[in-house]
């Protein structure tokens, strides 16, 4: 079954700690995205990617860090830098034939939690 | 800037009543309009969606209709089950210099009890 993969589901960090979210996806979709989720809030954008080797800021970008080396793949790190880290983390992607019909797929999530 | 309204919940509802969750959204041009749920625990899934005035989505029994005059797109089911309590976010998409940007409400929680 196609679909999208994120690990952990459950990630801890300790103060000062970089952390790696793993994002993959076998839709053979060419955009991807990082999404914030935080109590009583709407998504927020972190970083979204058209294609390989190529990705932008989004809304929130400070304090993380992407790559895409590979259609599949698109890790997020969560650097000391960012001070407020816990919250829910949803990957997505889409086809990324620039419809403006075009439907995101997300995701099961990681939670980011301080120790 | 664009933007999504809901109205904030929990909504609690008994099993078989009608459901409406209401959005309305602030946006130039003609966006798309999509309903995501996320089920406990989980990421978001497509609800249903509708790409132009007057255009209806549905799906699994759930019905939201593209108002552009009073720029709403509200969610009803005409009975609801336990299995629907989940959150439902309300979205929309415009292009962005050839990106897809979504921009969701803070979401609507459903409680259905038995």
């Known amino acids: 079954d196609g679909g999208i993969t994120q690990s952990p589901k459950y990630l801890f960090r300790k103060e000062g700690q970089n952390v790696t979210l793993s994002c993959e996806q076998n839709l053979n979709h060419d955009a991807m995205y990082w999404y914030r989720q935080d109590p009583g809030q709407g998504l927020r954008l972190i970083y979204y990617?058209?294609?390989?080797?190529?990705?932008q800021k989004g809304d929130i970008a400070e304090g993380y860090s992407v790559s895409r080396e590979k259609k599949e793949s698109f890790p997020l790190t969560v650097t000391s830098a960012q001070k407020n880290p816990t919250a829910f983390y949803l990957c997505?992607?889409?086809?990324?034939?620039?419809?403006?019909?075009?439907?995101?797929?997300f995701g099961p999530g990681t939670r980011l939690l301080v120790l | 800037g664009d933007s999504v309204t809901q109205m904030e919940g929990p909504v609690t509802l008994s099993e078989e009543a009608f459901l409406t969750i209401n959005c309305t959204y602030t946006a130039t041009g003609y966006p798309s309009l999509f309903w995501y749920v996320q089920y406990p625990g989980e990421g978001l899934q497509l609800l249903l969606k509708a790409t132009k005035a007057d255009d209806k989505g549905s799906n699994k029994g759930f019905e939201a209709t593209y108002r552009k005059e009073t720029t709403s797109f509200h969610l009803e089911k005409g009975s609801v089950q336990v299995s629907d309590s989940a959150v439902y976010f309300c979205a929309l998409v415009r292009m962005n210099t050839g990106f897809q940007k979504l921009v969701f409400g803070t979401g609507t929680r459903l409680l259905v009890s038995p």
């Open positions: 997505a992607s889409s086809k990324g034939d620039s419809v403006i019909q075009e439907t995101q797929y």
């Open positions: 990617s058209q294609i390989v080797n190529d990705f």
